[in-house]
C-alpha cells in the first residue's frame, strides 16, 4: 500500500514544490504597468506632480541609464586544441540618458565586437585559473568599454558584467 502511495506523494509534493517556485520567481510588474497606475492618479495629485516635474527632470538628467544586452556571451577556452570549458557571461551598459535606443540599433555590431574581445581574452588565458580575480575583470571591462565605444562612440561610460560562470567540459 505505501509502494503505491509514496509516488503520489511526491507527486503532489513536487507540483506544490513548482507552484511555489514558479510564484516566488515571478517577473516584476512591468514598467507599463506603473505608467498606467500613474495615468489614474487623483486630480490633487496630478497637480503637484506638474510642479514638481522640473526639478524631478533636472534631477535625472545626469542620471545614466543601464541597458542590458539581450543574450548572454558563450567563449569557449581552447585549451591542446579541445574546448576544455565555456565561459557565459551577461553584460548590461550604462549609457547617457536617452541612449537606450541607440544600444538597441547597433546590438549585432556590439555583440560582435565584443565576442572579438572576449575571444581574445580567453586566448589569452583570461578565462583560466581564477578568472574572477579583480584585476582580470578590470581588464575585461576595459577592453570592452574601449570596443564599445568604437561602435557607439561617447554614449557609453561602463561595461558591466552582470554575470559570469564557467562550465569545465
Known sequence: MLGKLLPILLAVVGLGGGVGA???????PAADDHAAEADHAAPEEEGNADADDGEHAEAEEGTPEYVKLNNQFVVPVVEKGRV???VVLSLSLEVEPGSTEAVYVREPKLRDVFLQVMFDHANTGGFSGSFTDG???IGLR???KEAAAQVLGLVVTDVLITDIARQDS
Request: charged letters at 5%; zero cysteines; hydrophobic letters at 55%.
Open 22 to 28: 514558479g510564484l516566488f520567481l515571478r517577473p516584476a
Open 84 to 86: 576544455a570549458a565555456l
Open 135 to 137: 584585476s582580470n575583470l
Open 142 to 144: 576595459t577592453s570592452l
